[in-house]
């Protein structure tokens, strides 16, 4: 999914920047629980497998979760939390994110099914029939360039984050956005 949020918020810099917008007031925005997020990207990158995998994965979600909600008066922040909730769902009950065989053929990616199929990994498994909640789970593929097989809640969380990309670029949000003074101007007496 890497390659698709970055490609998605290089637009949302660019559509915030057509629309007068600047990079310097996103830059000035103060997050709420930041090291809580931090430490649920982090637990993403463990190389742990099992149970112990299993409940890692989880916790990162909900740690990110936890910070999207945080900063909920943020523009785009509420889509973020109800994405990272689709994907908690079908995390949880079925111990990873299930991948469809046919979404990884038609996003470019058929190479990767040997690896997939060989995985004990427990962020993703090739997606069974014994896999629940199949239409929250990998199931939309990207083709090349992007060469990504997603879930609707990894599109609703890259939607919410480029919305906040573009409203934070205007100093648009609730509270932690720094807004520029407009400017005043003095009337002149004759």
């Not at 999914?1 to 920047?17: D, H």
Request: aromatic letters at 4%; proline letters at 6%; hydrophobic letters at 55%.
């Amino acid at each position: 999914m890497l390659r698709l949020l970055l490609a998605s918020l290089l637009v949302a810099i660019l559509v915030g920047y057509v629309t007068g917008g600047r990079l310097s007031r996103l830059a000035d925005t103060s997050f709420r629980l930041p090291w809580v997020g931090m430490a649920g990207i982090a637990l993403q990158f463990l190389p742990l497998t099992g149970r112990l995998g299993d409940l890692v994965l989880v916790l990162s979600f909900v740690l990110l979760a936890i910070t999207a909600a945080a900063n909920r008066r943020l523009p785009g922040f509420v889509l973020i939390v109800v994405g990272l909730g689709m994907n908690i769902a079908v995390i949880t009950v079925n111990h990873g994110m299930p991948v469809d065989r046919d979404a990884i053929v038609a996003s470019g990616q058929a190479d990767t099914l040997p690896d997939l199929e060989a995985s004990s990994d427990a962020k993703h498994h090739l997606m069974t029939s014994e896999d629940r909640l199949v239409l929250l789970a990998d199931v939309i593929a990207i083709p090349p360039p992007i060469r990504q097989v997603v879930s609707v809640g990894d599109l609703a969380a890259i939607a919410g984050a480029m919305w906040f990309v573009i409203g934070a670029m205007h100093g648009i949000g609730g509270s932690g956005l720094a807004r520029e003074p407009e400017p005043t101007v003095e009337a002149t007496r004759p």
